[in-house]
């Protein structure tokens, strides 16, 4: 079982950076690919980004690469989500997930909500123009 609490949301010009915190409970943290989601009232969940259980590789939903940065950190069972260049489209509720598992298996990356076990309880993240 891991528990993930995220933090580090709250209201940014556009432009402006962000950085998500996700702590996770659990030993077996280090084990687990990671990603970070987020959602608009009413819409699907959307990937935003991944990262292998080793920090070796990440992923990026297309709109998002080179703006946002996804690191981890094993020994303080963290994952962070970096932001840049925020723009007010970005603005969303955004989750931390986890899966006892490879992010990517072969040519395909777990980029759907139901392929994480594990969630947070969400971080509002809002852009002014």
């Known amino acids: 079982q891991v528990q993930l609490v995220e933090s580090g949301g709250g209201l940014v010009q556009a432009g402006g950076s962000l950085r998500l915190s996700c702590a996770a409970s659990g030993r077996t943290f280090s084990s687990y690919g990671m990603g970070w989601f987020r959602q608009s009232p009413g819409k699907e969940r959307e990937f935003v980004a991944g990262i292998s259980w080793s920090g070796g590789s990440t992923y990026y939903a297309a709109s998002m690469q080179g703006r946002f940065t996804i690191s981890r950190d094993n020994a303080k069972n963290t994952v962070y989500l970096q932001m840049n260049s925020l723009k007010p489209e970005d603005t969303d509720v955004y989750y931390c997930?986890?899966?006892?598992?490879?992010?990517?298996?072969?040519?395909?990356?777990?980029?759907?909500?139901?392929?994480?076990?594990?969630w947070g309880q969400g971080t509002q993240v809002t852009v002014s123009s």
């Open positions: 997930a986890g899966r006892p598992g490879p992010i990517k298996v072969g040519t395909s990356l777990r980029i759907h909500a139901e392929e994480y076990d594990y």
